[in-house]
């Protein structure tokens, strides 16, 4: 009989496995313990959802919508209908939803976080995956400028707390929607007036999304974008007054950026702040987090209006540039590792390991691979040391006689080897608790 062939992972969808995965539970503890600091709340919503919120939220004429969803047409119930439905492909929308559905905000604003994967349909590409996770933090219910000056140091606080240095913060803001109708007239009539150079993209979003033209990525359209009416001449004192209030937060805490008038964000729902952290090193894919406020997406889909801020990043893209940077994330290892020369010494063994790990203390358990038994007790010390723990807990006949165990040193400044009594863990364990 043949061997049926193997099957492997979906293109651009990625197994995170150790040791790898312990840098993605290392940024997850460090996201938590910030976002705890900033009073954010976490908020877990479904990965697939019915695609007329995307498309409703994001904008029909996005690349996200267009090009890039993964939707489909679920099984049709018992009268004949089916949803169509789509894997998130990013999650402010699904956080909107829930808020809006389960009514967040009768009592006031909520500030919330988020962490998990979400679909897109690309080339796959470094830092750019089908399946790829994000962190999104946001703030509903709150229309102040400190607000999108909160959202912002709240991304610096994160990139102290990784150790993240090589990044930039650029600006902008989209204004309100008279603003932005005012100036999409004056684009379309630019645009229109140099139509021979647009390219096919920008010719089909002349007239539906004017806006969109000036984040192209095609480098012989990059004059002619750059030469294009601003939205910053069109904006009123009030949006005005809303972005220098979000600057003069962000100079009184010393966070220096640039105003960057052609940044314009990928999605529809936006309004007056918008902004992104760069960096130079990871090639095309620089933006690492991006976002701004989106004061009208709630009553959008919806919701009674209320104002909203938010923002997200790329968890690839944040560890790619953790190890471009350097910041080697602390490596799990257990406390102690337990040799255990005679398989008879097993329930004796575990009944001391089983006692020390619900006193907080992190024990592997050296096992049999089978045929070959326990193992010798210089091949069981190899593991003990290749497993990073501080100590050896050896659980030998000679000690199990005597109604204890040997604790021995594996790395320099753990201390002298002694014998404890077998029967009272708890009254040792804590020694055995790494300080780190």
């Excluded at 209030?245 to 702040?273: H, K, M, S």
Aim: a neutral charge.
């Amino acid at each position: 009989m043949s061997k049926p062939p193997q099957i492997q992972a979906i293109k651009g969808m990625n197994d995170i496995l150790p040791p790898e995965s312990a840098r993605w539970e290392w940024l997850e503890a460090v996201v938590r313990r910030v976002m705890a600091q900033h009073a954010y709340r976490n908020a877990r919503t479904p990965i697939m959802e019915l695609t007329q919120l995307f498309t409703r939220g994001l904008g029909e004429v996005t690349d996200i919508v267009e090009k890039e969803m993964y939707s489909f047409q679920d099984r049709q119930d018992k009268h004949g209908d089916a949803d169509h439905l789509s894997l998130r492909p990013e999650g402010t929308a699904g956080l909107v939803r829930a808020v809006t559905e389960h009514k967040l905000l009768y009592d006031g604003g909520k500030r919330l976080y988020y962490l998990g994967p979400m679909f897109r349909r690309e080339r796959p590409q470094r830092g750019r995956y089908r399946q790829f996770h994000q962190i999104g933090a946001e703030a509903l219910g709150f229309g102040g400028p400190e607000v999108d000056a909160e959202m912002i140091l709240l991304a610096v606080a994160l990139w102290r707390a990784l150790g993240i240095k090589n990044w930039r913060l650029e600006l902008n803001s989209l204004g309100q929607p008279d603003e932005r109708r005012a100036h999409r007239a004056a684009l379309i009539a630019y645009f229109q007036q140099h139509e021979s150079q647009l390219d096919e993209d920008a010719r089909r979003r002349l007239h539906s999304n004017p806006l969109r033209i000036l984040d192209t990525k095609n480098p012989a359209m990059q004059a002619l974008a750059e030469a294009a009416p601003q939205l910053i001449d069109h904006l009123g004192e009030a949006s005005l007054q809303h972005l220098a209030a979000v600057q003069g937060i962000l100079r009184a805490n010393g966070v220096e950026w640039r105003v960057n008038p052609r940044l314009v964000r990928g999605l529809d729902y936006y309004n007056l702040t918008v902004f992104e952290f760069i960096t130079d090193s990871l090639g095309a894919q620089g933006t690492i987090c991006g976002g701004g406020r989106y004061d009208y997406l709630i009553e959008q889909i919806g919701g009674k209006p209320a104002p909203a801020v938010g923002w997200a990043m790329g968890v690839e893209r944040v560890l790619e540039l953790l190890k471009e940077e350097g910041v080697a994330p602390p490596e799990p290892a257990p406390d102690a590792y337990a040799v255990i020369p005679d398989a008879a010494a097993l329930p004796q063994a575990m009944r001391c390991l089983q006692a020390l790990r619900a006193e907080g203390v992190a024990v592997q358990m050296h096992a049999s691979t089978g045929a070959e038994g326990m193992g010798s007790m210089k091949s069981q010390f190899k593991r003990a040391d290749a497993s990073g723990a501080r100590f050896a807990l050896v659980f030998g006949a000679d000690e199990l006689a005597a109604g204890e165990v040997t604790l021995k040193a594996l790395r320099d400044g753990a201390g002298a080897q002694q014998r404890l009594p077998l029967a009272e863990p708890a009254h040792w364990a804590a020694s055995l608790k790494s300080t780190d």
